[in-house]
């Protein structure tokens, strides 16, 4: 994983993690639903899954 992807990376979470804290009820849900397919397509042994 480079630099590029771990910034990326950092900014969607930041982005997800403000969503999260200051979203209503269905804000939170989908910054969560969001959070879980990324991690997700990064761990391995679920990457061949999706």
Request: aromatic share 8%; net charge positive.
């Amino acid at each position: 994983m480079t630099q590029a992807d771990m910034m990326k990376l950092g900014i969607a979470g930041a982005i997800l993690f403000a969503a999260y804290k200051y979203g209503n009820g269905l804000v939170k849900a989908g910054a969560v639903a969001v959070a879980a397919g990324v991690v997700a397509k990064r761990v391995p042994y679920l990457n061949e899954v999706l």
